[in-house]
C-alpha cells in the first residue's frame, strides 16, 4: 500500500541542537498532520495544517506545509531529553474523508 | 477523564484462534477507528466509524471484522488469527468531521494492544 516517506529514519542529536526532518508524498494531500509517539503510548497530535505554505508552531515546534502541497516539515528548536520519542506525519487526501496516510516515522533519541 | 482505554494490553494467540479487542472513550466522539502499526510502516487503517450503529473498511480490513452497537464502544474481532496479524493494534476516537480540534484531525489514540500470534 501507498505510504508516505520520512526523512531521516532516526536520529540522534545533542540536548540544545535543532531538530529538522521531513516526509514527502507522491499524492497531494489538503492536510498534513504531525504526531508524537512516546514508547508504549498511542501517537498525539502536535500540529495541524491546512494550506499550502502555511507555517504553524507549537512551542518550540514549528511545521510547514509545503508549496507543492506534497511534502511537509517539522522543526524542533533547542531539543531537549523528553523530545525522544518516534515522530509521525499524516496527510488527509481531501476533505470530508476520515482516512488518513501515515508516514514511517523518524525515531529521535536526544544525548544530555 | 481516562481518555481512550484498550483492553489487553498484551495478549499472546496461537494460529487459528479468535479473539476481541475492546475500546472504549469517554469523551462522547462520535467517531471511532482501529489502526495496526508494524514495524518501519506507518499506521495503517483497518476500520473505523462514524457513529453507533455503524462501520466501514479502511485500508487493511480483510481478516478483522468490527462492531460499534454502543458509542463509547468500539470492537476489533480476529475470528481465525494469522501470524500476519502479529501487530500492535491502536484504537482512535474523534468528533465529527471537521477540522481542527473538534473535528477528524484530532484523533485521541489508545496506549495500544500488542499482539502477537504464533
Known amino acids: 500500500g501507498q505510504q508516505l516517506n520520512q526523512s531521516p529514519q532516526s536520529m540522534f542529536i545533542q540536548e540544545g541542537e535543532d531538530v529538522s526532518m521531513n516526509c514527502t508524498s507522491s499524492?497531494?494531500?489538503?492536510?498534513w498532520l504531525w504526531y508524537k509517539q512516546d514508547p508504549g503510548e498511542g501517537p498525539v497530535l502536535l500540529i495541524a495544517?491546512?494550506?499550502?505554505?502555511e507555517l504553524t508552531s507549537n512551542g518550540r515546534l514549528t511545521a510547514q506545509f509545503g508549496i507543492t502541497r506534497k511534502d511537509s516539515f517539522l522543526n524542533i528548536s533547542a531539543s531537549i531529553p523528553s523530545d525522544v520519542g518516534i515522530y509521525f506525519c499524516a496527510g488527509r487526501y481531501t476533505s470530508g474523508t476520515y482516512k488518513y496516510l501515515f508516514g514511517t516515522g523518524t525515531r529521535l533519541k536526544v544525548l544530555a | 477523564n481516562a481518555g481512550v482505554t484498550q483492553t489487553p494490553k498484551f495478549r499472546v494467540l496461537k494460529t487459528g484462534q479468535s479473539m476481541t479487542l475492546l475500546c472504549a472513550q469517554d469523551m462522547n466522539h462520535e467517531y471511532m477507528y482501529w489502526y495496526r502499526q508494524d514495524p518501519g510502516m506507518g499506521l495503517r487503517l483497518i476500520h473505523y466509524s462514524v457513529g453507533e450503529g455503524t462501520t466501514a473498511k479502511g485500508e487493511v480490513p480483510d481478516g478483522y471484522n468490527v462492531s460499534r452497537l454502543k458509542k463509547q464502544n468500539f470492537l476489533l474481532g480476529l475470528e481465525s488469527a494469522a501470524p500476519s496479524q502479529t501487530s500492535v493494534y491502536f484504537c482512535a476516537s474523534s468528533f465529527t468531521a471537521g477540522t481542527g480540534i473538534r473535528g477528524t484531525d484530532t484523533q485521541y489514540f489508545g496506549p495500544g494492544t500488542r499482539l502477537t500470534v504464533l
Open positions: 499524492s497531494i494531500f489538503n492536510t
Open positions: 495544517l491546512y494550506k499550502a505554505g
